[in-house]
């Protein structure tokens, strides 16, 4: 190791920035924010210091008793004999020193920071790589949800409590693992502050009478239409939190692949000629498994409210008074139609866009033809396979023209996407309509020949 990482408190104290120019504002921007009392010394300095807190400008040129009475130096000016001086004089005098980009002339060195304050995690390669660094922080920075500041804080206020009631250490360590991992973090970070607080009331006490508390929850996450890149944040972060996973067909292998390693893997799908769980079945599932202290995942394609009987599994859980969350997922019609290089609305062809589900019951489709015949507006039909002769037809009979642009998009976003197009009359009879595998998504409208012109800069042309 060839520095020695620390943290500094420089609240209220004095610090030196020499130089005015843009690295110098950055720099000073961080000492700010850390509550230094700054001053610059340089003859000119940048309008943007204007926007700073605190700060006094010396407008001289650098003079080593400039260095009295402060507690640490920067140098950031684009004169190498002014750096050197200021290193030199500031070494003298036993004040820690940094010049920027020049490691040599430094006796401490400012790491790249990731800030979730009050949590600040510190990067170096002692000036070896900083693009490496930047490369590290980045992937971090994906990791540690922003609302670990908030967990950070909530944790801090019950400290001293939780220390008196738990007064074995290794059973605290324990509590406050239950306590990051488990329904009151996510209350935290969902900005449930009062709730989170009277489950961990609820839990300190439990605890000390001795009583094992379970912590079962359930998440209800989108995972999108296929591509393991469009899962959010927070998808990702809770599949690989989960201990169980329940999960259907629309659900694609490599996303699969990304929950947790260890995690108990449940198929809940449905599949010809397989008897698999009807969706009470599931429901009931989902509750005995989160009574048991288990983390349940439940795993929708796309959206879990669009068309993804969500409203259903959550209905169950809040009778069980289960903990819950729901995870927004990109819905196959934004994310298909993308993937498939047909913009939803376009100032030219669609001023609006409706979802409707195109599943046949008893051999016909309940949809409000009126309302979608509409002129200058998208249509996305889910689940229409079966039904596309008959929503064609329909739709001609209502008034849309026979020359209407339609497509229709198998498993879009992976990579066996496959994209038909035609238009109302010509689509439901295209041959190769019959050897397409499902998932497909039917959009119907204006927008559907913009493909042509936009489709080269789709992911997978
Ligand atoms: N909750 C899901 C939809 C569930 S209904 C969502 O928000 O996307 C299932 C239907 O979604 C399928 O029949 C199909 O019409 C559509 N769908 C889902 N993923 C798809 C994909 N990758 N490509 C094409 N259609 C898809």
Redesign the pocket.
């Known amino acids: 190791m060839n520095y020695l990482p620390i943290f500094l408190d420089v609240k209220g104290k004095k610090c030196l920035v020499v130089g005015g120019g843009d690295v110098s504002f950055r720099k000073t921007s961080l000492l700010v924010q850390a509550g230094a009392l700054v001053t610059i010394v340089s003859p000119e300095i940048d309008a943007a210091f204007a926007s700073l807190q605190g700060i006094s400008h010396i407008p001289e040129r650098f003079k080593p008793s400039h260095l009295d009475g402060f507690l640490l130096v920067i140098a950031a000016t684009d004169e190498e004999a002014t750096n050197e001086l200021v290193s030199k004089e500031a070494k003298l005098r036993n004040i820690p020193v940094n010049v920027v980009d020049n490691p040599g002339l430094c006796t401490f060195i400012v790491p790249s920071i990731l800030d979730r304050s009050p949590i600040v995690v510190a990067f170096s390669s002692g000036g070896a790589s900083p693009v490496l660094i930047r490369m590290l922080r980045g992937k971090l920075e994906t990791m540690i949800p922003h609302a670990y500041s908030q967990l950070a804080a909530f944790s801090a206020r019950f400290r001293a409590s939780v220390k008196t009631h738990i007064t074995n250490p290794a059973k605290r360590r324990i509590f406050w693992e239950n306590v990051f991992e488990g329904p009151i973090a996510e209350k935290v970070f969902s900005g449930d502050e009062t709730a989170a607080e009277s489950m961990l009331q609820a839990m300190i006490e439990s605890e000390s009478r001795g009583e094992q508390t379970s912590t079962g929850e359930v998440f209800l996450v ?1 995972a999108g ?2 591509d393991p890149d469009l899962l959010t944040f927070k998808a990702l972060r809770l599949m690989q939190k989960a201990d169980v996973v329940l999960y259907d067909n ?1 659900v694609s292998k490599p996303i699969l692949e990304m929950t947790r390693r260890d995690a108990e893997r449940i198929f809940v799908g449905k599949m010809r000629g397989n008897h698999t769980l009807p969706q009470e079945g599931i429901n009931d599932l989902l509750v005995r498994l989160a009574l048991e202290g288990k983390r349940v995942l439940r795993l ?5 409210f ?3 009987r969500g409203g259903e599994e959550i209905e169950k859980l809040a009778e069980h008074k289960i903990n819950f969350q729901v995870v927004p ?1 990109i ?2 019609a934004s994310g ?1 139609s993308t993937y498939a290089g047909i913009p939803l609305t376009h100032r030219d062809y669609a001023q609006s866009c409706v979802f409707v589900t195109g599943h046949l019951k008893d051999n016909s489709m309940d949809l409000d033809w009126e309302m979608l015949a509409r002129p200058k507006q998208t249509i996305v039909v ?3 396979l079966q039904g596309l002769e008959m929503l064609c037809a329909q739709l001609i009979k209502h008034g849309l023209p026979e020359n209407t642009p339609a497509a229709i ?6 990579p066996q996407q496959r994209v038909i197009c035609g238009n109302l009359a010509t689509l439901p009879g295209n041959p190769e309509i019959k050897t397409l595998q ?4 039917i959009i119907i409208g204006g927008v559907v020949s913009l493909r042509k012109k936009l489709a080269w800069f789709i992911p997978g042309h």
């Open positions: 989108g239409p296929g629309l929708k394609g796309g959206d879990p669009i068309f993804g997922g819905t196959a298909v889910y689940m229409g998009v198998q498993q879009g976003t992976t499902a998932p497909t998504l």
